[in-house]
């Protein structure tokens, strides 16, 4: 029988919070913000639609006790989802004002700027709330809970969010056609995007029993591969993207903040082989 998790009233005002924070971010985002069309137009809007649409069902469905007739692992899915909004969050949080606030007091009326400038805030706000919500459901030494409330599930949600800014600066405009080598860190970064968003979906849909093979060990074997391939990315992104040529092609901006996140990953991923491959011991 599926186990039924009857939310304490911190856990649920702190939702409650969050639901309210991510609607008003976006509410009064898309009311008086004058937002231009935009790539990070779009992913701060994402970003907050997604925190308040799941926010609200996992209220609603643990309200009415609809956790058993929902088709995924009630263990994995709400932390998963209030991680994840913690982190898209964050990245709206700042990404918002660094595209919409900075340097163009003059060129927005003082209403515009309140709005965006409130939109900030509760885009903070919403992302504290999220945080507070993963501190009080995530695993705790000697626990028994589902793999996206551990260390190992928590560094998947950020593997992914960080693979998903990637791809904005990315792609707006397109900055890995000029070199073979840049191509294939692109395909690095969708890859490993893929296969760690499969183990996510996997542990949220209940279906790590399908595996050919045990779990820790896909894990282990799964966070080698990719702690090689991004190790690659991360040194070649930088030597092939910072040449004179395209440096005059692409802004270099872009560039930085794509060779930051890919040094990240890397780091993410040989956290997350560290884990791994203790669970696999473990295990053994």
Request: with cysteine.
């Amino acid at each position: 029988m599926p186990l039924i998790v009857v939310p304490t009233s911190q856990l649920l005002w702190v939702r409650v919070a969050a639901l309210l924070c991510t609607c008003t971010a976006f509410s009064v985002a898309a009311h008086g913000g004058s937002l231009p069309s935009h790539a990070i137009t779009d992913w701060c809007i994402f970003c907050w639609a997604f925190g308040f649409a799941f926010t609200l069902l996992v209220l609603l469905a643990e309200a009415f006790g609809f956790q058993a007739r929902v088709p995924v692992s009630w263990n994995n899915f709400p932390i998963t989802v209030a991680s994840y909004s913690a982190h898209l969050c964050l990245a709206a949080s700042i990404l918002f004002p660094l595209t919409f606030l900075r340097g163009q007091t003059g060129y927005m009326s003082s209403e515009v700027r309140g709005h965006r400038v409130a939109s900030t805030v509760f885009s903070c706000l919403a992302t504290l709330a999220y945080v507070l919500e993963v501190s009080l459901t995530k695993a705790r030494p000697g626990e028994v809970a589902g793999y996206m409330a551990t260390a190992p599930g928590l560094l998947k949600v950020c593997q992914t969010t960080v693979a998903c800014v990637i791809f904005i600066y990315v792609s707006n405009p397109v900055s890995y056609d000029s070199h073979p080598a840049l191509e294939w860190c692109m395909a690095v970064y969708c890859i490993c995007f893929i296969l760690s968003m499969a183990v996510v979906l996997m542990c949220v849909g209940g279906c790590t029993g399908y595996l050919p093979v045990p779990l820790p060990k896909f894990l282990s074997v799964y966070a080698l591969l990719a702690v090689a391939m991004y190790l690659t990315a991360t040194i070649l992104w930088p030597v092939f993207q910072f040449s004179k040529g395209n440096r005059q092609r692409n802004p270099r901006t872009d560039l930085i903040v794509v060779a930051v996140l890919t040094a990240v990953n890397f780091l993410l991923y040989l956290a997350d082989l560290a884990h791994s491959a203790r669970l696999v011991f473990v295990s053994v």
